[in-house]
């Protein structure tokens, strides 16, 4: 089914990097939504109603909760996919992660509202009128649930929409709310105990949770996220697969909205080599990197020694015992000034995020002890920087 209505209403559906193609989809994704969401919210309102329960009225308007939320997901789409202008030169892609955050707030309004309104409904309990048809229909809803959340999560994924995959978790937390609706019917049935104003509360409780994590998953890449090992893999082998680029480091990457990504990075490059001819690259590759791999990319250009077998065997020397302190920890930008009596290793150590002062600061300690050992001559200039790939994620 997914895949007949990708086919059916999206043109070039499997050009994903395209903006209009992008938009396209959120188009679909919001309008199946609404036309979903409102059908289920007025069979299970008519269903609450004439059962007197307040936990398929809540689960009734959770579903219109969502309809709004996907109305606010389609503008947020067609804002999304507007052009840069000159108020805004790297676009209007975060439009997506705001919206998404104001559906988060929608959805924890709806479970507020309706835990008041469960919690006073245990005090003051209502007679509930148990009708198996209405039990059918709510079995019913929970397949239409499941297959949205599929139907979220294949488009999210495949252009990596934060809003897409918000709605297919939100899907999820409503199959679980009304599972819990229609256990709490069948157990009045066979029992005669009305348990509905305790399965309402859970019911809001689970809304609410949606909701919260929702703000979450929108709100880290408004604040700023490290690099996904996604990204630095895709760029550092771009980079590094042109003749003349010997390594790269010190990736840094801007989100602008899905699929609008901004980066700098460090090129190295033979200190051998025509500094024109590496420029000449260095420019090549930052011309493909926006047709090839859709990132507007800054790089700085880094001449590294390749052929002193002296100066390569130190780098190694350097290289094994910080691997062997921490194997997290890297560097680059070796450069050594030999003297009389001392040999300097000026270099750059990349330590992870999570790294504080004191433990970047022992480290600095242990590297020198380390190499000291190794040649008594050896004075360490260490200047530590810290990743900015996300922790156990960059290659």
């Not at 001819?277 to 800054?298: K, N, T, Y």
């Amino acid at each position: 089914m997914t895949e007949f209505l990708v086919r059916h209403f999206i043109k070039d559906y499997h050009k994903t990097e395209e903006l209009n193609v992008r938009t396209q989809y959120g188009t679909l994704a919001g309008v199946v939504g609404i036309i979903c969401n409102a059908l289920l919210f007025a069979v299970k309102a008519a269903v609450g109603i004439a059962m007197h329960s307040i936990s398929v009225t809540a689960d009734a308007f959770n579903n219109l909760s969502d309809a709004a939320s996907s109305v606010i997901g389609l503008v947020g789409v067609k804002l999304a996919g507007k052009p840069a202008d000159k108020e805004h030169p790297f676009g209007h892609g975060r439009m997506e992660y705001i919206t998404a955050l104001v559906v988060s707030f929608l959805v924890i309004e709806v479970g507020l509202t309706f835990f008041k309104d469960a919690f006073s409904r245990i005090w003051n309990p209502q007679k509930l009128e148990f009708q198996f048809i209405s039990v059918l229909i709510l079995v019913l809803s929970i397949g239409v649930k499941l297959w949205m959340s599929l139907f979220n999560r294949k488009l999210g994924k495949r252009i990596d929409s934060k809003v897409m995959l918000a709605t297919a978790a939100d899907a999820v937390g409503d199959v679980i709310t009304t599972s819990a609706t229609v256990i709490s019917l069948l157990f009045f049935y066979f029992t005669g105990i009305n348990i509905d104003g305790v399965i309402g509360v859970c019911v809001s409780l689970v809304v609410i949770w949606a909701g919260i994590g929702i703000a979450k998953d929108t709100l880290k890449p408004l604040l700023g996220e490290p690099t996904s090992s996604a990204d630095y893999e895709k760029i550092t082998r771009f980079v590094e697969s042109y003749d003349g680029i010997i390594g790269s480091h010190d990736l840094i990457v801007h989100n602008y909205g899905p699929g609008r990504n901004m980066a700098s990075i460090h090129a190295e490059v033979p200190n051998d080599v025509d500094i024109e001819e590496s420029h000449e690259i260095i420019d090549r590759i930052e011309r493909d990197a926006i047709s090839q791999i859709g990132v507007f990319l800054v790089i700085h250009m880094d001449p590294v020694e390749t052929k002193n077998e002296r100066i390569l065997e130190i780098r190694k020397q350097v290289e094994a015992s910080i691997n062997e302190i921490d194997p997290d920890v890297t560097i680059h930008d070796l450069r050594v000034v030999e003297g009389k009596e001392r040999i300097n290793l000026i270099f750059d150590m990349v330590v992870p995020f999570a790294y504080s002062r004191e433990e970047q600061k022992e480290l600095e300690r242990k590297v020198r002890s380390y190499l000291s050992e190794r040649d008594s001559r050896y004075q360490c200039v260490i200047t530590v920087e810290q990743s900015f790939v996300a922790q156990g994620e960059e290659g």
